[in-house]
């Protein structure tokens, strides 16, 4: 033990010391305590408090803290001022950083504006150009203004139309193009007697939904040696790119998707009043095109060689004009044909029904009541689809025969008061 104790009192003074070095623990009489160094109150009560008990505090510990604590002094107290002054400069760096920050927000913010309105040209103009090739729905055509009010002009000069936007055709010449593919029968007259134009000299005038369907039909009618004006017979169903297409290739069209009750009538009187052009025929869809020239045109109405009507409604009409002897024009009655019995009111229906509540309504019609009223041709395909979709359907038929069938086709049968009655209390009907 005295040999380690000299070694130890030798050399401690060579030993290097450690950079940092924890506060000397001093003791008191009233137990331990940190003490400053530097005081020698203190220093002279930690040497007899080491005396008075050499196991806890030995005076070569405590020689060797304080020569520590002596070398460290100007550093620590450079490092306190360094740490005091550190959080200011911190604070102020900060301060200049969020300025700084600031400034380029701010300038980012002025600029947004500019930035945000080309995005917004840029996405106007995609969308206006996406737009402008759906079929049904291109009635965003990025113009704003009445189609009345706008000169429009084909690429070949032509103008007698009016239209949503004749930069559509290219659109709904493919829209066309398809639909030939699907009318194989109007195709083949065209290859067949074409070339000998069998409708020369034929003035049709047209009033129907103008689709890329009615479009072959108005096409093969040229094809075949007619001259066409068409109108819209539905405010909502003309298809803006077909339209496009026609008055592209030379057909005089005016109609557009979402007319006012006042641009329907107009389109109707520019087909008519047209100047050197008088119809000879009419193809109507509704019967809107027939009265129209009646009431307005009666000389014209007169002259015409033909009526041919498609719908139910249009029939009616021609029937009430033929009991009271105003009827001086032969009318075809498509709508009782078979074709149109049998294929277009059954078939065409089931499928379109659907498409059309779907669209309105934006509901799953699985488990929903529907009213179907009628249960004709157009009704079987209405029923015969909902119910394929898991929709429960009554149906209401004043007819004997037809209800007996719906009966058997697994169809309740009721009458209208009865359901709209069971309706009021929170069921889902659709007629």
Not at 374 to 388: D, M, N, R, S, T
Not at 419 to 424: C, M
């Amino acid at each position: 033990m005295a040999d380690r104790k000299e070694q130890t009192d030798a050399s401690w003074k060579d030993l290097p010391l450690p950079d940092q070095f924890p506060e000397p623990l001093t003791e008191g009489c009233d137990g331990p305590h940190w003490g400053k160094l530097g005081d020698t109150s203190t220093s002279k009560n930690t040497e007899e408090s080491a005396k008075n008990h050499p196991h806890q505090c030995s005076p070569n510990l405590l020689l060797m803290l304080k020569a520590a604590e002596n070398w460290r002094m100007p550093h620590s107290r450079d490092r306190e001022r360094e740490e005091t002054a550190r959080p200011e400069l911190l604070v102020e760096a900060q301060r200049t950083d969020m300025q700084i920050q600031f400034t380029d927000q701010k300038q980012e913010f002025n600029e947004r504006p500019l930035k945000a309105a080309r995005c917004s040209l840029s996405r106007t103009t995609s969308q206006s150009s996406t737009d402008s090739h759906s079929s049904a729905c291109s009635d965003s055509s990025g113009n704003e203004s009445s189609p009345r009010e706008q000169n429009q002009k084909a690429s070949t000069g032509f103008s007698d139309f009016c239209i949503k936007s004749i930069k559509q055709a290219h659109f709904g010449r493919r829209e066309i193009e398809i639909a030939e593919q699907e009318m194989a029968a109007l195709m083949f007259l065209r290859k067949r007697v074409g070339g000998e134009k069998p409708l020369a000299g034929a003035k049709v005038m047209g009033c129907t939904h103008i689709t890329a369907q009615t479009a072959v039909l108005i096409e093969t009618l040229s094809v075949l040696g007619a001259q066409c004006r068409w109108a819209a017979c539905n405010i909502f169903s003309t298809q803006n790119a077909v339209a496009a297409a026609l008055a592209e290739q030379g057909t005089a069209v005016f109609a557009w998707r979402g007319e006012s009750e006042d641009d329907f009538w107009w389109c109707i009187e520019k087909c008519v009043g047209a100047e050197s052009w008088q119809p000879n025929m009419i193809l109507d869809d509704g019967g809107d095109l027939t009265h129209w020239i009646y009431k307005k045109h009666p000389g014209l109405f007169r002259n015409l060689k033909g009526i041919v009507e498609e719908s139910v409604t249009g029939i009616h009409r021609l029937y009430q004009l033929s009991k009271a002897g105003k009827l001086c024009v032969p009318a075809i009655n498509m709508n009782d044909s078979v074709t149109k019995q049998k294929f277009d009111n059954l078939y065409c229906c089931k499928e379109s029904v659907l498409d059309g509540l779907k669209r309105s309504t934006d509901v799953m019609f699985g488990g929903k009541q529907v009213l179907v009223c009628g249960y004709g041709e157009v009704g079987k395909g209405c029923c015969a689809a909902l119910k394929a979709v898991g929709a429960v359907v009554y149906v209401t038929e004043v007819d004997p025969i037809c209800a007996l069938q719906a009966c058997m086709d697994g169809f309740r049968v009721v009458k209208m008061k009865e359901v709209v009655r069971t309706g009021g209390h929170g069921h889902h009907l659709y007629r």
